[in-house]
C-alpha cells in the first residue's frame, strides 16, 4: 500500500513537472517572437536589438503582482522605462500583441518612444490574468 501511494505521488509530481516545463517552453517562445517584433521595429529606426532580460523579466512580474494586489497600475518610481498592454480579447500570444498595440500611435506615443529608446539594451517581459484581463508588462532597463 505504501508503494502504491509513493508511486502515485510520484506520477503525479512527474506529470506536473512536465506540464510546467511545457507552458514555460512555450512562453519563452511566444516571448521570442515579440522580441524579434520589437528588434524588427528598432531595426527600422536603425536602433540596437534589445537582448532579453531575466532579471527585467522578474520585475515585470512583480509589477503585474502589484497590480494585481492594488487592484490598479501605478508606475514604479525607479530609472527603467514600463509599459503595460491589457485586453479581454483572447490571444494565442499576448506579449506579441502587446507590441502590436504599444507601437500603433495614439494620443500620445510615449509607447512608441519607449520601445525605441535609444539608451536601452534590454527587456523583460511578463503576462498574467487578473480579474479576467489580461495583462502584459514590459520592463526596460532605461526610461527613454
Known sequence: MKKLILLLLFVTTSLNAQSWTL?????????STALSLTNSIRLNSSLEPLYL???????????????????????????TGELYYNTSKEFDNYFYNAIIGLVIPGKKDFT????????????GFASRD?????WTMLVFDTLY
Open 53 to 79: 532580460s531575466y532579471e527585467l523579466n522578474g520585475l515585470a512580474l512583480s509589477r503585474l503582482d502589484s497590480i494585481e494586489q492594488k487592484g490598479f497600475y501605478q508606475p514604479s518610481l525607479d530609472n
Open 130 to 134: 487578473i480579474d479576467g484581463i489580461n
Open 23 to 31: 507552458e514555460k517552453r512555450k512562453e519563452a517562445k511566444q516571448i
Open 112 to 123: 512608441y518612444k519607449q520601445i525605441t529608446c535609444e539608451l536601452c539594451k534590454e527587456v
